[in-house]
């Protein structure tokens, strides 16, 4: 089993730009897939982006795709996402997610908010 924890979550202005972290402790993080997902207020989880295990293939949704890049260091068990050019519509809590096999683990989740 793989504990997350994200951090990095903040307020910034529309255009800004934050860094979110993931850290892992726990059972071996290379063998995981991961994964950034949001949920906004009122609103359901959606996927933003995923990293897999080596860290040599991503995947972005449309809406954050070109601003937003998943990546991750496994010798520091950490996954990143560096967020440009921020809008009002990207303000949500951010959660970490990791995948082996057929488990799923979860993050608390760090909360971003972007002004207009």
């Known amino acids: 089993q793989v504990q997350l924890v994200e951090s990095g979550g903040g307020w910034v202005q529309a255009g800004g730009s934050l860094r979110l972290s993931c850290a892992a402790s726990g059972r071996s993080f290379s063998g995981y897939d991961m994964g950034w997902f949001r949920q906004a207020p009122g609103k359901e989880r959606e996927f933003v982006a995923r990293i897999n295990w080596s860290g040599d293939s991503t995947y972005y949704a449309d809406s954050v795709k070109g601003r937003f890049t998943i990546s991750r260091d496994n010798a520091r068990n950490t996954m990143y996402l560096q967020m440009n050019s921020l809008k009002p519509e990207d303000t949500a809590i951010y959660y970490c997610?990791?995948?082996?096999?057929?488990?799923?683990?979860w993050g608390q989740g760090t909360q971003v908010t972007v002004s207009s």
């Open positions: 997610k990791g995948r082996r096999g057929a488990l799923d683990y």
